[in-house]
């Protein structure tokens, strides 16, 4: 069966740090990899997603990146965070397109920046 | 671009009655719509998902109309209990086949007792 791991869980950084979020996914290849992010009190907006290695679409202007270096890992990155990156980051896969679309989320990163 | 409506009251009901939920989108008629919870400081759970071709969908105590032509769905939780209380996101398409979904903001479910 399929499962996505997610870490770390709970994260607090000091403003101006890095930030490297990791998502893998197993018991699938070639799926469709998403960051998600959800602030507190808001709905999830989509930050990028990925249709293969090294292919990366970002959905909105940001201080951050994504990176897929293999088929089935999706790394969020930061050279330096801002107070306004504070949120709940969430990974998620999905089968390409097909009758298949629905999304499998990781269970989060809770990111606090200080 | 699509834009999704969810009622971001909380929705509180009594145990035993039907919750009902209500999702509204603007622009292009999505070709499905799905349906999520999701519990405090977890990802979101896929539900049920419904195409344009399909007026009702069913899954145990779980049910979901689409209306085109109201640009509406609607979300059914029948004989509801204390364990439904989440947050529920509707999800469309987003215009290229990406498989990428824009969600609405969720609408808090309270069940009591």
């Known amino acids: 069966s399929q499962t996505i791991h997610q870490w770390p869980a709970t994260l607090v950084q000091p403003v101006g740090s890095p930030l490297s979020l990791e998502c893998t996914v197993e018991?699938?290849?070639?799926?469709?990899l998403y960051w998600y992010r959800q602030a507190a009190g808001r709905g999830l907006q989509l930050l990028f997603y990925s249709v293969g290695i090294g292919q990366i679409s970002s959905e909105v202007p940001q201080n951050l990146s994504a990176s897929r270096p293999q088929d089935r890992q999706f790394i969020l990155s930061s050279k330096k965070l801002l107070l306004s990156d504070s949120g709940f980051y969430l990974c998620a896969w999905s089968v390409p397109p097909g009758r298949r679309e629905k999304l499998f989320f990781g269970s989060g990163t809770q990111l606090s920046v200080l | 671009s699509q834009k999704i409506e969810q009622n971001s009251e909380a929705l509180n009901i009594q145990e035993g009655k039907t919750a009902t939920l209500t999702c509204n989108y603007t622009n292009y008629s999505p070709a499905y719509l799905q349906w999520y919870r999701q519990d405090p400081g977890r990802g979101p759970v896929f539900l049920l998902l419904?195409?344009?071709?399909?007026k009702e969908k069913r899954k145990e105590r779980l049910k979901v109309t689409f209306d085109t032509t109201l640009k509406q769905s609607l979300f059914h939780i029948t004989a509801s209990q204390p364990a439904d209380s989440a947050t529920y996101l509707c999800a469309l398409p987003g215009s290229s086949n990406t498989g990428k979904l824009i969600f609405g903001q969720g609408t808090t479910l309270q069940v009591k007792p």
């Open positions: 018991g699938t290849s070639n799926p469709n």
């Open positions: 419904i195409r344009e071709n399909e």
